[in-house]
């Protein structure tokens, strides 16, 4: 069940002062107790007391001074999240003097409010309290949110990946009745009856396509690989024995650069290139062989691979719409296909932190450009050359 957005996190609200001044301390009781019932105060005076009674109480917000006898703000923000307290408070962040070089630095480890001690006035220290309390209440329903939306997306997925199993074998069957009726009885079959059997073929032979490429769409989600070292190289030559057929069929050129070692998932990778090459085969031009090109170019943080055809091309409009799922601009009379293929790639890049669009001329060709970011590998070679 989907949890429920914009529930209010409700007073009393538990929050720790941790300021080792007792004026300071004594000032801050004052402000917020005028909201009798709003908050339920907690002390402490160095990093370690206040730990404690992080450990001790589901806190809602803690007030942290900057400087503290036993370390400073930052300090204790890294404690407080290295431990992780399972109420994960909002911090506010209280300084002598304010800097902006300070204030980005604890924004960006967490703290939700940043403010100096001369502008505590009573109305905007206790707002800044209730709002970051309010903030990081919203913080933590998008994260529940989202692992929400994960848990049904894997259920999904998982889904899909079971279905689709369990369709093959009878389509499987399917397709080998209808081959035996045509054999075995070809004889006996008047003219509608062999049309009827073979469109019972085709279509069977197309859901178990379909069928197929599910089990492809819902692999790339459960993927179970390990990211590893990989050499493009070696990927590209499988790919291009794995479509010796229609690249012989179609008389295609092929230009291949030299690619680049990167770290990715490996199996995925070559379903990448082989859906983008298989598609450039595809869909091209009636009047012209296909000549593809396969570059790649060192961006610094990322490689940027590109995928050229001089096929049918794609109209502008179409540009983003061809990487959603079942998608097709053409129709099955024309070209067969599922309209998973570009999806799957989509999915792909996405998997690696990286993305793909296409550039295209109708009439002209397309270039299909996705990237990969530099990372490391997190094992060793475990496929491909490095050399
Ligand atoms: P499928 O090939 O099964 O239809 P894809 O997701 O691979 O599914 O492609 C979606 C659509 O994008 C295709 O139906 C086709 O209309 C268009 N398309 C894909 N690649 C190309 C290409 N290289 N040139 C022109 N159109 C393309």
Known sequence: MMTELHSQPSPPFNVLIVEDSPEDRELYRRILSRNAGTFRLYEASNIDEGLDLARQHALDCIVLDFQLPDGDGIDFIHKYQDARFASGAAIVMVTGRGSERTAVEVMKLGALDYITKSSILEGFFTQSILNAIERQHLKGEIVRYQQELERSYQALSEFTHT???????????????????REDFADKLDEKGAEYIKRLGVNAQRLQKLVDDLLAYSEVANSREEKTTVDCNVIMAE????????????????NVAPLPVITAFPFRVKQL?????????????????????????DKGNEYQFAIEDNGCGIEPEFSSVIFQAFKRLHTRDEIEGSGLGLSICR???EMHGGGIWVESKPGTGSVFYFTIPKLEARRNVLYGTTG
């Not at 689709?164 to 397709?175: E, T």
């Not at 062989?289 to 790649?296: A, M, Q, R, T």
Request: net charge positive; aromatic share 4%.
């Open 239 to 254: 790919v291009l024995e794995v479509l010796e057929e229609p690249i012989r069929e179609t008389n295609a050129t092929l």
């Open 163 to 181: 279905a689709s199993h369990d369709l093959k074998a009878p389509l499987r069957h399917i397709v080998s009745y209808c081959n035996l009726i």
């Open 347 to 349: 999915k792909i890049t």
């Open 273 to 297: 290139f082989q859906n983008l090459i298989s598609n450039a085969i595809k869909y091209r031009s009636r009047d012209r062989n296909p000549v593809i090109s396969v570059k790649v170019q």
